[in-house]
């Protein structure tokens, strides 16, 4: 089956020509309004599927935190990366991460939120996702999401962005990680009760696990808010056309049978695609099999 987005070049492609890239990654999604789970809204997620590429069959070959983000930024399965296949690692200098090659080439890179980790980098390696821009915080909507504020890290990083020179930013998502606040679902999201379902057969059916499903909905909601965000500052600058925007995960739900353990939940990601200027025939949904190291 050939690729869905192929690009080479025998010469470096004038910075004009180069796409940006906006790499927006959850962490510990595992579901989206786009495949039909309506207790989950993600608008700007399903605007993505909808004006691009929905992928049916997303996964990652290891569904832990670090060892997924290394397969991701290396293009390495978890044999091929030594210790960064372990949850919390020492992570090889060998190994340069794919946004480290886009800076080598003349892109500016940089990320906000939670980039390789966690783990411990080489010395000489402060990140592998670029610069970091984490001094923007906005009023925490509970006190279980991160008050960093995603979307003004990302103007400033856009307004730092040389003027010919295409950028790639990592948006990495604290949210939907554990932990969360209690009830928050409902107390703060509008969800009732009944809206989670179905429960899965292998957990019960109890007040308590509904509450744990909307709470981990919310949190997902405040991650895909700020990608909408960010989405429409590109459109306002008009940078929206020619930018890659690449939403997923890195591993399933941090629920019992789900994160970490090997079952289908907890290696089957979201992941939508949108590139106005570069992917045609837009609002296909692909049943391409391919996993993180893709």
Known sequence: MAPLILITATTP????????ILFAIADDM??????GTHWVKTPSFDRLASRGIL???????????SPSRACILTG????????AANHWPYYPARFKSWMEALSDSGYFVGFTGKGWGPGTLPPERKNITGKAY?????????????????LANFQDFLADCPKDAPFCFWYGGHEPHRVYEYGSGVAKGRY??????????????????????LDYAFEIAHFDRQLGKMMDFLAEKGLLDNTLIVATSDNGPPFPRMKGHPFEASCHLPLAMMWPKGITAP??????LLGGVD
């Open 283 to 288: 609002g296909r949904k692909s049943r391409f």
């Open 55 to 65: 992928f049916l069959n997303a996964y990652t070959p290891d569904a832990k935190c």
């Open 76 to 83: 390495r399965n978890p044999w091929q990366l030594e210790a």
């Open 192 to 213: 009732k009760l009944e809206d989670a379902q179905p429960v899965p057969a292998y957990w019960p059916d109890t007040e308590s696990v509904r509450n744990d499903m």
């Open 13 to 20: 492609l004038p910075a004009a020509s180069r796409p940006n």
């Open 30 to 35: 595992g579901h989206a309004s786009a495949y």
């Open 134 to 150: 984490q001094h923007r915080q906005l009023e925490k909507p509970t006190s279980g999401i991160n008050n960093r504020n995603y």
